[in-house]
Each structure stands twice: as C-alpha cells, then as structure tokens.
DNA sequence: ATGGTCGCGCAGCGA
C-alpha cells in the first residue's frame, strides 16, 4: 500500500497538478493539506471518478484537509478528539483506510517566535500527541502524515549553520514534535535516508528550489508495525517543477500489505 | 535591492 502527504497550497489552483500525480504515482491514500476550500467546494465526485473516496474537513480560504483512499474510508474524525475545546482551524483529519488509521495534519506555522501564533503551534503539537492518545493505542497501525511546519533536524534544513532563532527550527518546536514521536511514531523517510538536502518545500521566491534552498517539512510518522512495513519511501521531487506547482512536493511511503 | 512569489480575491495578509 503506497501513502502518501502533500501539501497542495489550494487545491482548486492545484487539481491538474493533483489529478497527473495521482495518475502516475498510483498512491492507495492521500493526506492532503491546505486544500483553501469548504466542504461543498470539495470535488469529491471529480476524484470519486479516478477511483479515490475522500473525507475533507475545510474552512473556505485557509487551512483544509483532506484523506483520499482507493483502499476505503471508514470512520472520518475531523478536528481533535482529545476532549478540549474545537481547534478554531481546520488542520486535522483522521479515517481509517485499509486498516490503517490516517491522519492529514496541517501543523500551524508559528510565524515568529515571539508571536501567539508560535504558542498556538507549540499547543497544537501538545493536541496532536492528545488525540493520539485518545484515540489509537500503540500497536495499532497508524500513519500521521502532513505538513509539519518543523525541520526535525539539522540535516532537513538547508542552512543549518543558521544561528537565528526562527520558526521550523527551533528547540521547543523540535521537543513538541519529538514527543509525538514518543508516543510511538517513527519518521519512516528519515529511517530510510540519512543524508542532508533532502527537501520537500521550497520557497516561491529567490529560485529557492533550484538553489536546493528547502526544508524537510513534510513527514510520514508511523507506528512501529507500519515503519517495520515501510519498504520504500521517497520525496518526490519531480512534482516540484513545471507549471503551476505547490510550494511543497509530495512525500510517499510504500508498505507491505 | 531590507525585496523577491504565490493564492485568495480585489487590499493586503499568510506562507
């Protein structure tokens, strides 16, 4: 089973771009983040025709995410289930596809360190760790993918010798993010790879992409029985050229069964 | 050069 994260930065700007990826990376689930769009704008019967159910939690111009599956969708969750109050922000969605429990999260970018968003972001993490809890034990088969908004180290940054304090960076993202992973997560990409440079966003501005100036934003995190079943896993970085691209390059990881 | 490029939506914010 192939899963795999992209963040689309609107779908509606990006659904060619979608339906070719689609078309020749055959995925069986898709987590999809800032899909900029409602719930009635959805194209859920325009993917129902490629063979993909979808589940879709939006908001109108911001934020938005999305499961699409060929392998089922059972039991769509949106937002946290951690008992608190509703995330104001559509950046969570959850399903269970071919077995395994999925989440598409879209993690808050933090803006800058002294700003509330960069608390917000620090809380969500705290949240996403919650859900977890609430929802999942740790030998069930989960996979949370999205767009991270943290660097989980100085190898996924392209200028890690950068002694700024900035956002994606940061210790206090860098332990939220950590301690999801403590609950039983493994960065399947990370386990497959070791070497620095190896994005899966880059800038608009600057010829940032063909500068290889990006980060490792995008991440798969598994529980132990899937990242044992993870095969392959890999960045693609070919869905960041040509016309039209997102800012992000989808990232996918091929599991046994 | 203190910007640069997108998307949304029609000004200026967010990323």
Redesign the pocket.
């Known amino acids: 089973m192939r899963i795999a994260t992209w963040n689309v930065?609107?779908l509606?700007?990006?659904l060619a771009r979608v339906d070719e990826w689609l078309a020749y990376a055959e995925p069986d689930v898709v987590l999809l983040q800032e899909t900029?769009m409602s719930d009635q704008q959805f194209p859920y019967g325009h993917f129902a025709a490629q063979g993909y159910d979808s589940a879709h939690h939006g908001q109108?111009?911001?934020n938005g995410v999305a499961v699409l599956s060929r392998v089922g969708i059972e039991d769509p969750v949106v937002g946290f289930a951690d008992g608190r109050e509703p995330d104001p922000d559509a950046r969570i969605i959850s399903a269970r596809c071919g077995g395994i429990t999925v989440s598409s999260v879209y993690v808050?970018?933090g803006?800058a360190l002294d700003h509330d968003?960069y608390r917000y972001k620090l809380d969500w993490l705290g949240r996403l760790r919650a859900h977890l809890e609430a929802t999942c034990d740790r030998a069930d088969q989960v996979m949370v993918g999205g767009d991270f908004n943290v660097c989980p180290d100085g190898r996924d940054a392209w200028d890690p010798d950068n002694t700024a304090p900035r956002t994606h960076v940061s210790d206090r993202e860098r332990e939220a993010l950590q301690a999801v992973c403590d609950w039983g997560l493994v960065d399947v990409f990370r386990a497959h790879y070791d070497a620095d440079g190896l994005h899966s966003w880059w800038?608009?501005?600057?010829g940032a992409f063909y500068k290889r100036h990006g980060l490792r934003i995008d991440l798969l995190l598994a529980s132990a029985s899937v990242a044992a079943a993870t095969h392959f896993c890999l960045i693609d970085r070919n869905a960041r050229k040509g016309t039209?691209p997102s800012d992000h390059a989808p990232v996918f990881a091929d599991i046994s069964q």
Not at 203 to 206: A, F, P, Q, T
């Open positions: 930065n609107s509606n700007a990006r900029k109108g111009r911001w808050p970018n803006r968003h800038d608009y501005r600057e039209k």
